[in-house]
């Protein structure tokens, strides 16, 4: 069984930082992607930034220049430095990993999720 535990949410003001850390937690796995999804109040579950086998990061649109996906593989721990936030950023972030288990099988797995809050 894999663990994703995510920390780092909170309470900002307008135009400050934050950094969202997810460390994986298990055995007989490996990480093949990990990356963060946030889902607003009366909104969809949205992509914010996932890595790929590619080497590259896929960011959405309205965080490109102001978020920054990086990974730290001795610690299975993906982290979203956060910068310039807006109050349309409020959401909660989950982090979501893809892992190739011991016997060579794809599992997806999500965090709890991690509330962040945007607002003077």
């Known amino acids: 069984q894999v663990q994703l535990v995510e920390s780092g949410g909170g309470l900002v003001q307008p135009g400050g930082s934050l950094t969202l850390s997810c460390a994986a937690s298990?055995?007989?796995?490996?990480?093949?992607?990990m990356g963060w999804y946030r889902q607003a109040p009366g909104k969809q579950r949205e992509l914010v930034a996932r890595d790929n086998s590619a080497g590259t990061t896929n960011y959405a649109d309205t965080v490109k220049g102001r978020f920054t996906l990086s990974r730290d593989n001795a610690k299975n721990t993906v982290y979203l430095q956060m910068n310039s936030l807006k109050p349309e950023d409020t959401a909660v972030y989950y982090c979501?990993?893809?892992?190739?288990?011991?016997?060579?099988?794809?599992?997806?797995?999500w965090g709890q999720g991690t509330q962040v809050t945007v607002s003077s």
């Open positions: 298990g055995s007989g796995f490996s990480i093949y992607t």
């Open positions: 979501y990993a893809v892992v190739r288990t011991n016997l060579g099988y794809r599992d997806n797995y």
